[in-house]
Nanobody, 115 residues
Framework: QVQLVESGGGLVQTGGSLRLSCAAS????????MGWYRQAPGKERELVAT???????NSADSVKGRFTISRDNGKNTVYLQMNSLKPEDTAVYFC?????????WGPGTQVTVSS
C-alpha cells in the first residue's frame, strides 16, 4: 500500500511558477510509476506528467516546455515544477502511484492561476 501527500499548491499570477511535491509512504524506487493528474471544475481528470521507476518521463502536450516532473529517491518524493503558468492550468492537482497492479491517489492540492 502507498499513501501520498501533495503540497505546494496555491494562488499565483499568470506567468508565475509553483513547485508541487508528492511525498510517498514507501520507497519510491519500488513503485512502478508515479505522476500528476489534474481536474478542473466541470472537467474530467487528465494526465499532466508521469515518471517511471527507471526515470522515463511523459507529459501532456498542453504542459510540454512549461512543466517538468522529477524525483528524489532519497526523499521518496516526486516533484512537478510548473513555470509560465496560465489561467487554464487552474485545477486540483493529484499525485498518482502505480504499485503492484494497484493505483493510489493523494487527496489533491489546489492550484489557482489568476489572469
Amino acid at each position: 500500500q502507498v499513501q501520498l501527500v501533495e503540497s505546494g499548491g496555491g494562488l499565483v499570477q499568470t506567468g508565475g511558477s509553483l513547485r508541487l511535491s508528492c511525498a510517498a509512504s514507501r520507497s519510491i524506487i519500488t513503485i512502478n510509476a508515479m505522476g500528476w493528474y489534474r481536474q478542473a471544475p466541470g472537467k474530467e481528470r487528465e494526465l499532466v506528467a508521469t515518471i517511471t521507476r527507471g526515470g522515463g518521463t511523459n507529459s501532456a502536450d498542453s504542459v510540454k516546455g512549461r512543466f517538468t516532473i522529477s524525483r528524489d529517491n532519497g526523499k521518496n518524493t516526486v516533484y512537478l515544477q510548473m513555470n509560465s503558468l496560465k489561467p487554464e492550468d487552474t485545477a486540483v492537482y493529484f499525485c498518482y502511484a502505480y504499485y503492484l497492479g494497484y493505483e493510489y491517489w493523494g487527496p489533491g492540492t489546489q492550484v489557482t492561476v489568476s489572469s
